[in-house]
């Protein structure tokens, strides 16, 4: 892969996002062919680099189901899928729901006008959301939809301020990249949007105060009395803005989001749960805050084109049809007839395929089958997960619990030889997303392959 200056500042900031340096070092171990270096080369030519996603790693030639397969033939189990493949690449309901679309001419709806697939997407989502969320707004991609949310709790609760969880992506627009608290979106754009305040997201196994992780409720009162305090002093929080079930993943107890929950009503500000990766399904649960209690605004995207179009939105109650007299989205395409079939599709293959019922079977299977395998490797720190959205926290020992990110890319590079792929998180922290189509089968294929991997990578684990 070619070097370039964005790959030193990934190296310096990169907490969140994927690592894909070693992603890269990972695949030069499998020596890309001819075809796959070329294409790289011009991609790398063409697209203004960025951290994260230019240069590459490597080239695709398809993606089907729960896989992608590379230039090279090499097919990889896909456990990361940048979360759109909820109901697997390529979904020939979501294309032929797609081509359906484009051959009943109407392919775009002009503002002011609307279109019947696209309400009936609205209704069918509307329906199966938890109750009290029962208006939608829709727009392209998932940053914009964390804007709307934001511009809303402000209109509504007439404050400004906000609350996120250091290091959780929200996206990339300035709110967003605001609320992140994450240096990497930052750094270099002068002030961000004003008002922003941060407190540490709940990680019981890393709690700063070494209390025992078992112990989640004390833990969760030290969390807690962070944004207790903000509030104290600052009246005006137009809205508390936290993942429901973060990547990393860490797994809030109920008591943490029921507490967040009574804060924000106690102070008339919003609780608004950004499930743009965790919901749909993900969990085990339509949507993570099933698990939990029901936020002001639930922000969704990602799986929710069906994995082939971009369609994001925000799901909130009655009471908040308030800003009629504003714009808070006005994207061009947010009533896209195309985009809204697609969704439709993804909605119903879910059910038909039980997919939410399956991401918890096969989510309770895998976690189950990781915590055997963290009996005999004590370098698996903790395992934690809710449904299909599963991490492995690295160490180098158990008392200082030091992350072992040498040990996480041996292990990935073993992956992608064998064919899964995956993401590393905070340098450590083994991310498994894969596609809520896999079968037990394929769980096993993960499960045998982890195996493997951590024996062969004895050596480091001492
Ligand atoms: C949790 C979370 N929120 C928001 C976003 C932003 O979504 P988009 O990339 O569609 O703007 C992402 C994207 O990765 C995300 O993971």
Redesign the pocket.
């Known amino acids: 892969m070619i070097d370039s200056p964005s790959t030193k500042r990934e190296r310096d900031f990169v907490q969140q996002g994927d690592t894909h340096k070693s992603g890269s070092q990972a695949h030069k171990s499998q020596s890309l062919g001819d075809e796959a270096k070329t294409w790289l080369k011009r991609d790398a030519n063409v697209f203004l680099h960025q951290a994260l996603s230019t240069p590459v790693m490597n080239v695709l030639h398809s993606a089907d189901g729960a896989y992608i397969t590379d230039f090279d033939g090499n097919r990889y189990l896909d456990l990361h899928g ?2 759109v493949h909820n109901i697997g690449y390529n979904n020939k309901e979501v294309a032929s729901a797609i081509i359906r679309q484009l051959s009943d001419e109407l392919t775009f709806v002009p503002r002011r006008y609307t279109s019947r697939v696209t309400v009936k997407f609205a209704e069918k989502i509307v329906g199966m959301a938890p109750e009290g969320l029962d208006r939608i707004l829709l727009c392209p ?4 939809a ?1 804007e709307m949310a934001i511009m809303l709790a402000k209109h509504t609760t007439g404050k400004w301020k906000t609350i996120s969880f250091w290091n959780q ?4 627009t300035f709110q ?1 990249a605001t609320l992140s608290g994450n240096e990497h979106f930052t750094t270099g754009l002068g002030p961000m949007v004003p008002g922003a305040f941060y407190v540490q997201y709940p990680n019981y196994y890393r709690n700063p105060w070494n209390i025992n992780p078992e112990e989640t409720e004390k833990i969760d009162e030290c969390y807690l009395s962070e944004i207790r305090t903000i509030f104290k002093h600052n009246p005006d929080i137009a809205a508390v803005v936290g ?1 429901t079930i973060a ?1 990393t993943p860490c797994i809030p107890s109920s008591y943490f989001w029921s507490e967040v929950r009574s804060i924000c009503d106690e102070h008339d500000s919003f609780l608004i749960f ?1 499930e ?2 965790c919901g749909l399904g993900r969990t085990g649960k339509l949507f993570a805050c099933e698990h939990y209690v029901t936020p002001d605004v639930l922000v969704i ?2 799986a929710l084109g069906g994995g082939i179009l ?1 369609l ?1 939105g925000i799901l909130t109650r009655d009471e908040y049809n308030t800003v009629s007299d504003f714009s808070i989205g006005h994207f061009t395409h947010e009533k896209s007839p195309v985009s809204t079939a697609a969704s439709m599709a993804m909605l119903e293959y879910m059910e038909a395929h039980r997919l939410v019922e399956n991401a918890k079977a096969i989510g309770d299977y895998l976690l189950d089958g990781f915590r055997q395998l963290q009996q005999f490797y004590p370098c698996i720190g903790t395992v934690q997960g809710k449904g299909l959205l599963i991490c492995l926290d690295l160490i180098k020992d158990s008392t200082s619990k030091e992350r072992h990110p040498k040990l996480a890319n041996a292990i990935l590079t073993y992956g992608l030889e064998h064919g899964l792929s995956f993401k590393i998180i905070d340098t450590n922290v083994i991310t498994l997303r894969p596609s809520l189509i896999i079968t037990k089968e394929e769980a096993d294929f993960i499960l045998d392959t982890f195996t493997a991997a951590f024996q062969q990578n004895n050596d480091q684990i001492k």
């Open positions: 940048n979360g991609g998932g940053s914009e964390i992506y929200h996206g990339n967003a993942t990547s950004d743009i990766v995207g990602k971009p994001a």
